[in-house]
């Protein structure tokens, strides 16, 4: 395939994919007046954030070994104690970096 054929190609999958994206983030603000503000889709929408974190959390603590386990409960339970996320992500990543340290 010649040089300018691949440019070509690669500046019109930019384009698609920030065109796409666009359209995803102006359709969710339009879209966002139009739905529900109670009733279930609100608890819905309100439990959303929470199992979105633990779906990217859960893979990872299990990966990562007991450490990962032992990391995640500390971290959850600095967290729910301080309310303060910056201090309990350190807390999670002390304990995974000293768990390293000693080999676990």
Not at 27 to 40: D, M, S
Not at 81 to 89: A, C, D, R
Request: proline share 5%.
């Amino acid at each position: 395939m010649p040089s300018a054929n691949v440019d070509i190609l690669v500046w019109l999958t930019i384009i698609g994919a920030a065109l796409v994206t666009y359209s995803l983030r102006v359709g969710g603000l339009l879209l966002a007046g139009r739905l529900p503000k109670t009733g279930r889709f609100k608890r819905f929408m309100d439990a959303l954030p929470g199992t979105i974190l633990l779906s990217l959390i859960v893979p990872a603590a299990i990966g990562a070994g007991p450490i990962g386990w032992v990391a995640t409960f500390f971290t959850g339970l600095c967290s729910l104690k301080t309310g303060n996320v910056f201090l309990s992500m350190v807390v999670g990543i002390l304990i995974v970096a000293a768990g390293r340290w000693i080999g676990v």
